[in-house]
């Protein structure tokens, strides 16, 4: 699995963006896959994931009614509106090691590079 996480950039607070993770090597598509997010100083925090048929997704509270996870067969978007300063970070996306969706950071083994995010006051 070769995950690769694209889409960041810098935007105003109240923006949008739409990040993508793409799967080189189209193995992901029996896995639960997630978007992760790491501030600067910061531990690396769950932000969303959902399940290999896509039918159940989970949100963390700062980002629930804001952010929306969907994927085909190759890719996994995470829609980021709203966006606001705390939003900043790098994002990663994950593969999991089951089909199901998951907040525990323990079940994903293949972890994209990383995109960032900047999103300015």
């Known amino acids: 699995v070769q995950l690769q996480a694209s889409g960041g950039g810098l935007v105003q607070a109240g923006g949008s963006l739409r990040l993508s993770c793409r799967d080189s090597?189209?193995?992901?598509?029996?896995?639960?896959v997630g978007w992760f997010r790491q501030a600067p100083g910061k531990e690396r925090e769950f932000v969303a994931s959902i399940s290999w048929r896509g039918g159940t997704t989970f949100y963390a509270e700062s980002v629930k009614g804001r952010f929306t996870i969907t994927r085909d067969s190759s890719t996994v978007y995470l829609e980021m509106n709203i966006l606001k300063p705390e939003d900043t970070g790098v994002y990663y996306c994950?593969?999991?090691?089951?089909?199901?969706?998951?907040?525990?950071?323990?079940?994903?083994?293949?972890w994209g590079q990383g995109t960032q995010v900047t999103v300015s006051s």
């Open positions: 090597r189209r193995t992901f598509s029996n896995n639960g």
């Open positions: 994950a593969s999991a090691l089951r089909p199901t969706a998951t907040r525990d950071v323990g079940q994903y083994r293949y």
